[in-house]
């Protein structure tokens, strides 16, 4: 969940962006990163789950 500022969001050869207020999930089976987009940074909420075996990375929160 990004809290301020926006990210973006690498996997594999695909790019998707999150703003404030938005949240996202990814199942960590290509290279990955995630970076600010801004020059003030940015502020995630990042939560970490294994589902089944296999790692789970999930992003999610209620917004404040």
């Known amino acids: ?10 996997l594999g050869s695909q790019v998707f962006k999150a703003k404030k207020g938005e949240s996202f999930y990814f199942i960590p089976n290509k290279k990955h990163y ?6 003030n940074g940015a502020i995630l ?3 970490l789950r294994r589902s089944l075996g296999k790692k789970l990375f999930q992003v999610c929160a209620k917004a404040l």
């Not at 995630?34 to 020059?39: T, W, Y």
């Open 1 to 10: 969940y990004v809290l301020n500022g926006a990210v973006t969001i690498h």
């Open 34 to 39: 995630i970076n600010a987009s801004g020059k």
């Open 45 to 47: 909420l990042w939560v």
